[in-house]
């Protein structure tokens, strides 16, 4: 396939966020690509931050999305991990270096040469618009070794957000080694977040949620949390003050850290996922130097571990909870997003395109 593949979804033109129907290009099936008709594709809160500009300027039109799942369409000659028909996903990134020491070692996300081109937004020399185009869109091209096995046994849709929720929050859960009968907490119970209890829980931990949203209480429950904490005020996180084992934070926006960072029990580690506007964070100092808790952040996975992610939910029945939405609803659903109303990630149906 020597010609570009013709696409069409649905684009940012400008920091105001609203997103409009686009028609664009992609490269050219390569000889270690493949092309993947996209049939889900998850909303995110990331994909919010960066059309309206909150991690830096962008270039536009842009098309955001990067839990993206479909059927293999094409697939270029030298490519043995996929054949046509098969089911694949794309997370999100879609190239870096492969050559340095943490791409060999399965760290593509962290290229020592910079060279990690993120699903979309970023510079891409081989993209006919010249940045990455994400997933609300009808296709995409990928090199095969940024293409995730999608297993028989889970719904496409149900593994979709998987590739950024699960992995995001997959990934520095098992950095933390917790045994079983440790106490997690997990402090905002979003898309990410209700997969962080799911994973906690089937790990073996005690998990304790952490939401400002009342209405979360039952549901937190039936996904495993042992208890819910409603946070109206820093006050109402004293009583927990040394009590997690662990803590990891989904919590998109800057917000009054310290109370939860609190929670850890000395030396515990605390890691936040959540990425606000402008990635800044405040953190009192005198809370840390006092409660001795290790503060990390955490970006999203590797290819091997995004794998690994899929394959073990599959294999344990751990299903995103999700709502199905047409791609016209896009603007309408975004605003639900910001407003906290997802129950608990969208995703978008991409057949009515």
């Not at 760290?107 to 979309?120: G, K, L, V």
């Not at 998990?207 to 209405?215: G, I, K, L, Q, W």
């Not at 964070?281 to 952040?297: A, D, K, Q, Y």
Request: hydrophobic share 35%.
């Amino acid at each position: 396939m020597a010609e570009n593949i013709q696409s069409k979804g649905y684009a940012g033109k400008d920091e105001s966020g609203k997103l409009v129907p686009w028609s664009f290009e992609r490269r050219p099936v390569g000889d270690n690509d493949i092309l993947i008709d996209i049939k889900y594709c998850g909303v995110c809160h990331s994909d919010i931050h960066q059309i309206k500009g909150h991690w830096g300027p962008q270039q536009y039109p842009q098309v955001p999305g990067h839990e993206i799942v479909g059927v293999v369409a094409a697939v270029g000659k030298n490519v043995t991990k996929f054949k046509v028909g098969d089911r694949a996903g794309v997370g999100c990134m879609v190239s870096s270096c492969m050559e340095c020491e943490s791409c060999k070692n399965g760290e593509e996300h962290h290229c020592d040469n910079n060279a990690t081109i993120m699903t979309y937004g970023y510079p891409e020399e081989s993209s006919p618009t010249g940045i990455s185009q994400g997933g609300y869109s009808q296709n995409i091209v990928v090199t095969e070794h940024f293409a995730i096995k999608i297993p028989d046994s889970i719904d496409l849709q149900e593994a979709a957000p998987l590739l950024c929720a699960g992995i995001t929050t997959y990934s520095p859960l098992m950095r933390a080694n917790f045994k079983k009968g440790d106490k997690v907490g997990v402090a905002g119970i979003g898309g990410l977040g209700h997969v962080a209890i799911k994973l906690a829980v089937s790990k073996g931990a005690e998990v304790y949620a952490f939401t400002t949203t009342e209405s979360k209480k039952e549901d937190c429950l039936a996904f495993g949390a042992t208890e819910v904490i409603v946070v109206n005020s820093p006050s109402d996180l004293q009583p927990w003050k040394g009590k997690m084992d662990y803590m990891i934070s989904t919590i998109p926006y800057a917000y009054e850290m310290s109370s939860y960072i609190d929670c850890v029990k000395p030396y515990g580690y605390f890691t936040q996922v959540g990425q606000p506007i402008g990635g800044e964070l405040t953190i009192n100092n005198f809370n840390m130097i006092f409660n001795r808790v290790n503060f990390n952040g955490s970006l999203i996975g590797g290819i091997p571990e995004t794998q690994e992610v899929v394959d073990y939910c599959a294999e344990n029945k751990i299903y995103p909870q999700i709502q199905m939405i047409k791609p016209e609803m896009i603007n309408e659903i975004w605003e639900k997003v910001v407003n906290k109303e997802a129950r608990y990630r969208y995703v978008i149906d991409m057949s009515s395109l």
